[in-house]
């Protein structure tokens, strides 16, 4: 009797509950666990599943489980190439070992399911160039225009496992930008034969990147240069011309002269290199100017040819050393009082501009000045009632910072008795 | 009346004396069977499992892969774990299925790979070893007869040289190797005042940067297994054009 009480009590109290929730709920959810590494949380960086760092590089190593983490789980942790690597959700680590290297996060949940999720994760070095000793040595003369020319260089792959590329460039010197290189090809030994050939009495660079099989590339860079010799041992002097301040150079001239100052060549060009060939040997000198920038000027250069010498004499540097000029343009320093004087400003060099210019009538800063061309307009207050001459000084400098102050007088509108007289 | 019911229990009581007598006679069997002297597991150890066979030449070994340098003598030595008995074993090298030799090395001499009859002949493709229970380990053999490159003693510059040439003048370097086997892996270095530069295949090279003075250089070449020549060191003497003028 007292069981029947019971399972009627029990019946009563199933039928009160909304058991169908419990019963009769959708499939549950399924977990889905993913893993992601980033070398820091800042925003640039984005989260990936793959990644390449050098050795000692740190990683933050995160993961994400959905629906949240704090279902239920027997345990999770990390594996580094099938070894323990952590027991945490996430954390900042590094990986020492060169090599390609598989890094998975593994999930073991409530009822005993492997879920996993794997990286994949590249520590390598980036290759190293010996940039001292290549061949040929930097700066090697007399390269025989006709003959193969071999270049070999020393590298070296500090994780001793990848296979190494080398970027090869070969580049004609003083050749503007639109010449192509004459040599830009990936090569897979350090070594490289040039076969087609030079122009005599020029210059040449090459230069040599190394890479590995991931792409890394070397910190150095080989830079070296060569010269090409000419023909019954003839030599040649070269070099680049740059002033030291930019101007719109237009052509520059180069005056060649021997040790008894006979002038050996004389040369008007528009490119800023210039190859003077083919020079016997002997002691020279030589003077580079721009036609249009006479303040542009060097000193003059004093060198020796050997025989079969190509002379580099690299950038050879014009710097501005001409003031700027200022005149009236009645050329006289005393000027008659008008409300707006003109004067002549002229420079040989970098340049002047209002900007640069400035003028002082008593003292005071003048305003309103205007420039056109080389003309520059100074509009001046002359008091009525004034008998004196004021000092107008003007002062301006050019681009290179070459500096020049001009004083004129100005006369009065009025003499002495005129104004005591009104 | 009585006295049955008596001889009942009486009964009783004896079996299971019995009874206890049994299991004390069966737990002093187990102890004593416990103390006695339960033999070991059978010592596995001193019985090779496979056969591993290395080259020893000078004072290298190889033994992945077999190779030998044709240049010089060298030996097959069947290697035996430590803790065999070595004078239980016997060894049998064969070619092409005829016995060679017998013993836990085998020697081969240079005669033997002067050429291909020979290399083909006497140079092992399988041993044979063969303990003394009469059980034998057999291992197939691929031994490579590696001839090593060899470089010329004309190089230039020759050795004792005097060179005229300004710090910048390029000095050409060349030399000449060959290799029976191979013409074009060989690995070339030279060697300029102790300085290394790796020239891959490259034999002829034009280097400057040479001061006033005596100067070495050297040769190695090595092939793709490995083996080299050297070439001993030359010595040349720069003269400076410039300070001589």
Same mark, same amino acid.
């Given at each position: 009797m007292k069981f029947l009480a019971f399972f009627i009590m029990l019946l009563a109290f199933v039928a009160c509950t909304d058991s169908d929730k419990y019963?009769?709920?959708?499939?549950p959810e399924s977990i889905i666990v993913s893993a992601y590494m980033t070398?820091?949380?800042?925003?640039i960086y984005e989260r990936g599943r793959a990644d390449t760092i050098t050795p000692g590089d740190s990683l933050i190593f995160l993961t994400s489980i959905y629906p949240s983490?704090?279902?239920?789980?027997?345990k999770y942790y990390w594996t580094l190439d099938g070894n323990i690597?952590?027991?945490?959700y996430n954390f900042k680590s590094t990986v020492y070992t060169p090599g390609t290297h598989e890094i998975v996060f593994v999930f073991v949940d409530y009822f005993g399911d492997t879920l996993s999720d794997t990286l994949s994760l590249t520590v390598a070095s980036p290759p190293a160039l010996d940039?001292?000793?290549?061949?040929?040595?930097?700066?090697?003369?007399?390269?025989?225009?006709y003959q193969i020319l071999h270049f070999a260089w020393n590298a070296d792959d500090?994780?001793?496992i990848w296979n190494l590329n080398y970027h090869f460039m070969l580049y004609e010197n003083?050749?503007?930008?639109s010449c192509k290189p004459l040599a830009d090809t990936i090569v897979d030994r350090s070594t490289f034969s040039y076969v087609n050939g030079f122009k005599p009495l020029h210059e040449y660079s090459w230069y040599v990147r190394a890479y590995n099989e991931i792409g890394q590339e070397s910190i150095e860079e080989i830079a070296g240069r060569f010269f090409v010799r000419g023909f019954n041992n003839e030599s040649a002097v070269l070099g680049f011309v740059k002033t030291n301040t930019p101007v719109d150079v237009d052509s520059f001239y180069i005056t060649l002269l021997d040790s008894g100052l006979n002038v050996v060549k004389k040369i008007e060009q528009r490119e800023n290199t210039f190859n003077i060939g083919a020079l016997a040997k002997g002691s020279y000198c030589l003077h580079i100017g721009l036609p249009h920038f006479p303040d542009f000027k060097t000193d003059t250069i004093r060198f020796t040819l050997l025989e079969n010498q190509v002379l580099s004499l690299d950038t050879v540097v014009l710097n501005d050393r001409g003031v700027p000029r200022i005149a009236s343009i009645t050329g006289r320093d005393t000027l008659a009082p008008e409300d707006t004087l003109k004067f002549l400003v002229t420079d040989g060099g970098s340049g002047i501009d209002l900007s640069r210019t400035i003028a002082r009538l008593d003292g005071i800063s003048v305003n309103q000045m205007t420039l056109s061309n080389d003309t520059l307009s100074v509009p001046v207050s002359i008091p009525e009632a004034s008998w004196t001459k004021k000092i107008l000084v003007i002062s301006t400098h050019d681009l290179s910072g070459n500096e020049f102050h001009k004083s004129f007088y100005v006369l009065p509108k009025t003499t002495l008795v005129e104004v005591f007289v009104d | 009346m009585n006295i049955v019911i008596f001889n009942v229990v009486s009964l009783r009581s004896k079996i299971n004396r019995l009874v206890l007598d049994i299991c004390l006679a069966f737990m002093a069997g187990v102890v004593f069977e416990a103390c006695l002297d339960v033999p070991n597991f059978p $010592?596995?150890?001193? #019985?090779?499992q496979t056969i591993e066979v290395s080259v020893k030449q000078g004072n290298e070994t190889y033994n $992945?892969?077999?190779?030998?340098?044709?240049s010089e003598d060298a030996q097959l030595l069947v290697d035996v774990p430590s803790g065999?008995?070595?004078?239980q074993l016997r060894c049998y090298w064969f070619n092409a299925g005829e016995a060679l030799d017998s013993g836990l090395t085998y020697d081969v001499f240079t005669e033997y790979m002067l050429s291909s009859i020979f290399r083909e002949n006497f140079i092992p493709d399988k041993v044979v070893l063969v303990d003394r229970e009469g059980n034998s380990l057999e291992k197939d053999l691929q031994v490579i007869v590696n001839a090593p490159p060899v470089l010329s $003693?004309?190089? #230039?510059?020759?050795?004792?040289d005097t060179l005229w040439a300004t710090p910048t003048t390029p000095i050409r370097f060349s030399w000449y190797a060959v290799d029976r086997d191979e013409t074009v892996a060989l690995k070339n270095i030279l060697l300029v005042d102790s300085q290394a530069y790796?020239?891959?295949?490259?034999q002829s090279v034009q280097q400057s940067g040479f001061s006033s003075g005596l100067h070495t250089f050297q040769v190695v070449v090595i092939d793709s297994y490995g083996d080299s020549d050297t070439l001993p060191q030359r010595t040349f003497t720069v003269l400076d054009t410039m300070e001589a003028q």
């Open positions: 019963l009769h709920s959708s499939e070398p820091s949380f800042d925003s983490k704090s279902v239920w789980s027997q690597f952590a027991n945490e940039v001292q000793n290549f061949i040929p040595a930097d700066g090697m003369q007399q390269v025989d225009p500090p994780d001793s003083g050749c503007d930008d | $010592d596995l150890s001193g #019985k090779i $992945d892969p077999l190779k030998i340098n044709a065999v008995d070595r004078s $003693d004309s190089t #230039k510059p020759a050795d004792g790796n020239v891959g295949t490259l």
